[in-house]
């Protein structure tokens, strides 16, 4: 029999989050509770200040991507909130906002930079966290991440190890920039975040763009369809 | 064909986030940039101080319930975050998560608080918002909940409407509380917002903690099995 | 504390499924398998006959509805199976793929023909199984089910009343055909399955076309984008 | 822009299904609907009755595996059908469900039998196929499954692989018995099946019975609440 044990919260007469008292949890930021109830401990001002920017730099970014298309496509088929929600979290997968924790575990791994490095043009892999469609000399939301880091006194290993990559990247094959999903990946895990959660701050950080497309396509008529073709 | 068009952001060379450019939403409070994805605008200072405590108040409640069962049970079976987060939200339905959006709607309708009480009294229906299993004489969170509505200068009308509800109801059959669901309904309602956002709300707020319960999840070895009777 | 137990099936040494050995069930066509684990019992030749159709005429239907859009967007986001035939299963609404049980609901409802028809012209409503897009004097596809069900006979009350709602309805606005999701919840009604199952059944049908699609989806190379424009 | 191109269906006025007419699919046996959707042709008459057997054994298999589960505590949030349904194929990941494409993916491969046994047990993994909980000496629904392949002609070089790849594990390790979802992967291959289809012919097979509990599920009052300890 399943025998639910958790250290995270309690229902009940006195509502707990990681020993905190709900009452407490109600006076904080909430980027500060969401840091809480994921690491087990209150953020220092800094990680804060960090930690805030960047949940709200991921809250949405347009409307032709998997997960929005999905979402609205589900809402209007004629379902609730939660059912068109969820639908557009499930086309987070491997491909569309992974770039975080797959880079948060690469850097994370025993592996130097030239080894990585190394090892992906082999494969003839991308690198998460390097390169992007549209900037080519900079990537201005990681420029700032990284400035604010610095401002900040977090940044570390990790997000020295990630412009290494992207160093040695450069040097052997095409100069490319680091890009947000790179700068996030370093910065989380120089402030000591468990790779694997690194899909989860990214579905926290877009849920709101989320639910605010499916409240939009509320107020479309009818439901979506797309041309196809048949080649059979 | 779907010509997919929106007001709420633009990816792209120069993003934007309703009509914010994206480096100036990464400089915001996460609630801060939430309230501007779902409303097209800037909170106020007293707007902010208060979503962000609506928010942080509703981040996880213990692991027993219907979203959290079914988040960790997903991920047991060998799923990743996205589709184990997604589980959990689609287990927010009607009956679960669901009271803030039905007290909105109830509250904002045409119908006075006595037309709404003997209508319920009627169908022998609950009324969301009001009545908690465990609190009897008050809600500690709710109460919370209004003193800050209150100081802010933001309660109003339909928290009004929902404590004459409650008035209402304790006089013609049993003095019930109002619970923390329906104080953030009379002020959700106070702040203009659409009913239709109210469970789009809660989700955003218990997604951190659905994130949470999928990683401590992670770290246990077999899948959740439940014990079982067939009557057959 | 949940107390699961079933009328449904058994695990263990002597599996069952409705009373029946699985070894047994084993041996059975897989449509009659389905009505034994839904309806608790075997079906008759003629009942057995008539499902396979039912079934069968739902397997697919093109690729640019709301279920096939959302099953083969979320496999192109990075996704395995189970993940991306749930997201088209979600799309599966009151609007796309909920004709059947609302017509089902509708024609075991008390009410008559010509009082749904009423109420249906007076609140401005379309009738859940009349009317087509493409087919303006009849939908192949539901004469043949009727033909069917009049040979093997089964045609019966709800199926003569859902006709006298097309006739009903022609007669006071528009000629309409009986389309053939009107045929279907008419043979199921008079097959005797509960209306909460209508939705159920074409889920059931229509997951082999999804599994067929996101398989394709497989072979694409990258995520799918659509265009947007941002009227922000 | 997104360009949706299919082999497998075309709507409209005269709907196909893989070249068939609908209307002739309407004809056919569901399990050989399924068979012409996923592989693209008709099945013969050994094929149709071998794909019938392997459907037909997974229909359902208790109330307290993790797809169940999620499926009736997703309804019990209040949730309609086929957000219920989504939930319980959600649960079919990597641990609970993946056998049979695991097993497939193993046989198809290069390797021979001597290697991959010798690798897994390098390893210290368990061997997709291969023993089960309660069937020490036999699976009776493998030896079932088996002898009709033998009868119908389609027991062929996967089939031997999988037994083979059993006696190499017993010889060295332990004896263990071929389980039926190592039987299925066996016949799969041999029928020239895609692994990668192995997952989606287990949820088909498996979506009946989930629609099933949804529906039991339909006539509890409450949701479903399960004991949990906080250890904060």
């Not at 707990?16 to 904080?28: A, F, P, Q, T, Y």
């Not at 992007?132 to 997000?159: C, N, Q, V, W």
């Amino acid at each position: 029999m399943t025998d639910w044990k958790t250290n995270i919260s309690k229902s009940g007469e006195d509502p707990e989050v990681r020993g905190e008292k709900l009452e407490e949890v109600m006076e904080m930021e909430f980027s500060d509770a969401i840091w809480l109830v994921l690491k087990g401990e209150k953020p220092s001002e800094n990680e804060s200040e960090m930690f805030k920017t960047i949940l709200s730099s991921s809250i949405d970014h347009g409307v032709g991507n998997p997960s929005t298309v999905s979402a609205r496509t589900v809402q209007s088929g004629g379902n609730g909130m939660n059912t068109s929600v969820a639908a557009g979290i499930l086309a987070l997968g491997d491909k569309h906002g992974g770039a975080i924790e797959d880079c948060m575990k690469m850097i994370q791994s025993e592996k130097s930079a030239e080894e990585i490095v190394e090892e992906k043009l082999e494969k003839g892999e991308t690198i998460p966290g390097i390169g992007h469609k549209i900037y080519k000399d900079e990537d201005p939301r990681a420029s700032k991440m990284l400035e604010k880091a610095e401002e900040l006194g977090i940044r570390g290993e990790f997000t020295e190890k990630i412009c290494e990559i992207r160093d040695e990247f450069s040097e052997r094959k095409v100069e490319l920039v680091l890009n947000v999903d790179g700068a996030i990946a370093g910065i989380m895990s120089d402030l000591g975040w468990d790779h694997r959660l690194g899909k989860g701050i990214f579905i926290i950080a877009r849920t709101p763009g989320l639910v605010a497309h499916v409240h939009e396509e509320m107020d479309e008529e009818d439901f979506r369809r797309e041309d196809g073709e048949y080649l059979g």
